[in-house]
């Protein structure tokens, strides 16, 4: 019965971009399963967290850079947090990029510039 749930536990890791764990027959697969829907919740979470700030596609390339990132950790039990951690450093970064073409063009910094040739020394 385990070499029938070998073979399903790692189609389900390749499936879910996962490594396969060696040594994990019988709970490898419910493993990566409970990783990939942790995983999927985390882009949800941060999907509604940025959407008024960044497109859709950024939000999903940015938790797909992080799983990445962790993608050959040998223990998987946190690797979903540090998802979520690394993409939220990511699309903050992004959020910020998104934004500094505005702050050049506020109107404050323009009536800076005005002032200083009227000003008298």
Excluded: C, H, W
């Excluded at 509604?48 to 993608?71: K, N, T």
Aim: aromatic share 2%.
């Amino acid at each position: 019965m385990n070499e029938d749930a070998d073979p399903s536990s790692a189609d389900e890791a390749a499936e879910a971009g996962l490594p396969a764990q060696p040594g994990t027959a019988g709970g490898g697969g419910d493993r990566a399963v409970k990783e990939e829907a942790a995983v999927r919740q985390v882009s949800d979470t941060l999907a509604a967290r940025y959407s008024d700030a960044l497109p859709a596609d950024q939000i999903a390339e940015a938790v797909g850079e992080a799983r990445d990132d962790f993608a050959a950790a040998p223990i998987r039990d946190f690797v979903p947090v540090l998802v979520e951690r690394r993409a939220r450093e990511l699309l903050d970064a992004r959020a910020v990029d998104t934004e500094a073409p505005d702050a050049e063009s506020s109107p404050d910094a323009s009536e800076a510039d005005d002032a200083t040739p009227g000003q008298s020394a």
